[in-house]
């Protein structure tokens, strides 16, 4: 896989007061089809755990039938081959704020392997340390959820909708 550098600055939303608005629409605006993935990662998520939350937010398997499934680089290294695919444009990552510095890692791997516009939304009054420190050197802006506008808007439906077969 080869990299890119045209990443876009990585965006943190902070969501002071937890809106439940801002995770409806973060769910909303969720189209893979139409370039917008969004991801409600599972409690106590590790970096491997997010990276199969990522797979089915895509809506693709994890594993096969009477396998113990994918794990480490080769679940990260599937979700990019789908990210890629289905020329997505933007990942949302609902409640940020709870990821490790592992999964933040991939995470931001992954947003610069495939050029993806990650969002990361911190249900948070200000950014988390672990956050603050995996951004250090990643060109980031922060956003609060009263002034995101168009950012978690849904997708312009002009794409297939579905897959073909």
């Given at each position: ?16 007061t ?94 610069k ?22 951004l ?22 002009t794409?297939?909708?579905?897959p073909?077969?």
């Amino acid at each position: 896989m080869s990299t890119t550098s045209t990443a876009a600055p990585v965006t943190v939303l902070l969501d002071a007061t937890d809106d439940v608005a801002v995770t409806r629409a973060a769910l909303a605006a969720h189209h893979p089809y139409a370039g917008r993935v969004t991801v409600h990662p599972a409690p106590a998520t590790h970096d491997q755990g997010l990276a199969l939350d990522i797979l089915t937010a895509l809506g693709k398997p994890s594993g096969l039938p009477g396998h113990r499934g994918i794990h480490g680089s080769t679940a990260w290294n599937t979700a990019a081959a789908w990210i890629l695919a289905l020329s997505v444009t933007r990942l949302t990552v609902l409640r940020a704020h709870l990821l490790n510095a592992g999964a933040l890692s991939r995470l931001l791997a992954l947003r610069k392997h495939t050029g993806v516009h990650l969002v990361a939304v911190c249900h948070a009054r200000r950014l988390p340390t672990p956050m603050g420190t995996a951004l250090r050197h990643v060109e980031h802006h922060t956003v609060f959820s009263d002034a995101a506008g168009d950012l978690l808007a849904p997708a312009p439906r002009t794409r297939c909708a579905t897959p073909r077969s």
